[in-house]
């Protein structure tokens, strides 16, 4: 870190209902910049689960229906999974689908407040066919007051 510069970092709980959930964290992490009274600097978000992703999209459903169809494509539910195959939960193609998107995000701070697009929300998805979860996501603030 730079002279001048500190880090807050705390974590936000979220609940999932079941798989395919898309959950908007953008209010929640809002908060988390708030009261970290960094003003300039970025946010940096990783959801702490295998089975989770975090990204952004334009929180309307019909961004949501198609980014779960576009996943679906990619890792679909009827493919054969050697996870499956080892463990035995059936969760293959959740593990799939989130390492394809990601568990981080960093976003930067202007005036103490998220510089996403107007359309740009800040998402959870819920990846696990075994769902209906807590999920955590760690956020680390760094920068200047």
């Not at 975090?54 to 996943?71: M, Q, S, W, Y």
């Not at 568990?103 to 697009?117: E, N």
């Amino acid at each position: 870190m730079m002279y001048g510069e500190r880090m807050f970092q705390t974590s936000i709980t979220v609940s999932s209902k079941c798989e395919g959930d898309i959950i908007d964290v953008t209010p929640y992490v809002n908060n988390v910049v708030r009261d970290s009274k960094i003003h300039q600097g970025i946010i940096h978000l990783f959801v702490q689960h295998s089975t989770a992703a975090l990204t952004t999209i334009e929180f309307e459903p019909g961004a949501l229906n198609d980014l779960k169809r576009a996943l679906s494509v990619l890792a679909p539910d009827n493919a054969e999974y050697a996870h499956n195959t080892r463990w035995g939960d059936g969760n293959g193609r959740s593990h799939v689908k989130a390492a394809l998107v990601g568990p981080s995000l960093t976003i930067p701070l202007k005036g103490g407040t998220l510089m996403c697009g107007t359309w740009q929300q800040i998402v959870l998805l819920e990846l696990d066919v075994n769902a209906g979860r807590e999920r955590t996501i760690v956020c680390t603030v760094i920068g200047n007051e």
